[in-house]
């Protein structure tokens, strides 16, 4: 306790009022209060090294940081969980952001304050990332506005949530390996995931036939009838695919001149074998963990081409201004009700837990929604 006797005072306070009286003493600076102000705290999924997400993700409380003159303060409203997150969190991904990380490539925020010198986004816009690594699994953060796009605040929150990563590499890949026409086909594998889904939609916006591959599983008619009413044309299974009656589903179905391959494997070799002459694989994804495997007399007799496409790559390849026009493109799509999120499941951030094993389980059809 503090004891000053000889000044009659007993508190500090009541020593700087004997010392300086009201006449004499000056008010602090409001920034003075600012820096002895106690930092606010916000939750994070954090990781401090690469391995099983289950294992090495932690709910942790974070610094929020002080806002620059080129920030922008963003309270995070929802975020997925995709395969490309839990891949870097793995550590085998093409990019990997400096340990410990905040999880998450994708979501969507709301601008609570910006810095001096920002002019592209005021409180109350929704924003979005401009690349992967910002780390948006978290209740706040303080971002360079740089990092940030700007989205339409009446779009459904979960299509904004997840607009950044799917339906980009969808629309890219329709749009940029052949040229397609009203009525030509489109095959993929894996098309009840979140790419698949954005394809089967933009495709069908396009004027585009696809057809679509699937695992075999017990409700197989119920993922069928989701995925028509998206738009799909053709549902067929991978077993199905490699059946001699495909020859004759060919006869009445124009062969697709472009293949869209996220599993490898076996499954990527079916879609090659159906590829009309002069046509081209894209490959985004290896959920089979199992390399490409291509038939040396379809390259040469029917004259394929395989080609990768990772976004991160085109985004490093275009200019961000050219990013904006694809988000405002698909935006667009949105608002025409051409493009809906796919199927999701929403759990609070402190049910990361079950969140993170529900989007590594087999045949899962719902995307996992982190909501802040």
């Known amino acids: 306790m503090w004891v000053c006797g000889a000044l009659g005072a007993r508190t500090p306070a009541q020593l700087r009022r004997r010392l300086f009286p009201a006449s004499r003493r000056r008010r602090p600076a409001a920034a003075a209060f600012s820096a002895s102000a106690e930092p606010s705290r916000v ?16 709910l942790r409380s974070l610094e929020l940081a002080a806002v620059g003159g080129s920030d ?12 490309s997150d839990v891949n870097m969190i793995r550590g085998n991904y093409g990019l990997l952001p400096k340990l410990p990380a905040v999880g998450g490539n994708e979501g969507v925020g709301q601008v609570v304050a910006v ?19 910002l780390g948006t699994w978290r209740t706040e953060a303080v971002f360079s506005e740089e990092a940030l796009i700007s989205v339409p605040s009446d779009i459904p929150l979960q299509s904004a949530a997840t607009l950044g990563v799917n339906p980009c590499t969808a629309y890219r890949m329709l749009m940029d390996f052949e040229r397609l026409r009203p009525g030509d ?4 594998n894996a098309s009840n995931s979140g790419v698949g889904q954005a394809v089967i939609q933009i495709a069908a916006a396009l004027g585009l036939r696809t057809i679509n591959v699937v ?25 199905e695919l490699r059946k001699h009656e495909m020859k004759n589903f060919f006869k009445d179905v124009p062969q697709p001149q472009l293949a869209l391959n996220c599993v490898g494997g076996k499954s990527s070799t079916e879609l090659l074998r159906h590829l009309a002459p002069g046509g081209t694989m894209v490959t985004y994804g290896g959920m089979a ?3 490409v495997i291509a038939s040396v007399s379809l390259l040469i007799f029917k004259d394929l081409k395989l080609r990768g ?3 991160s790559q085109w985004k490093k390849d275009h200019s961000p201004d050219q990013f904006k026009e694809l988000i405002l493109t698909l935006c667009d799509l949105i608002h025409r009700g051409q493009l809906t999120a796919p199927a999701c499941s929403e759990a609070p ?5 079950r969140a993170l094993e529900a989007s590594m389980q087999p045949f899962v059809s719902s995307k996992q929604i982190l909501t802040m």
């Not at 303060?73 to 995709?82: G, Y």
């Not at 929704?126 to 690349?131: G, L, S």
């Not at 086909?185 to 993929?188: A, E, K, L, P």
Request: glycine share 6%; charged share 25%; net charge neutral.
């Open 43 to 58: 939750r994070a999924l954090v990781y401090e090294h690469h391995g099983d997400p289950a294992k090495v993700v932690e």
């Open 185 to 188: 086909s489109v095959i993929q």
């Open 309 to 311: 496409f990772w976004l």
């Open 349 to 353: 951030l402190q049910d990361y837990q």
């Open 115 to 133: 810095g001096s010198s920002v002019t592209g986004v005021k409180p109350g816009d929704w924003v979005i990332p401009a690349n992967a690594g």
């Open 72 to 83: 922008v303060h963003v309270k995070m409203l929802a975020a997925p969980v995709n395969p």
């Open 215 to 239: 695992r075999d599983r017990p409700d197989i008619q119920k993922l069928t009838d989701r995925l028509k009413n998206l738009g799909a044309h053709h549902v067929v299974t991978e077993e």
């Open 289 to 291: 963990k199992q390399p």
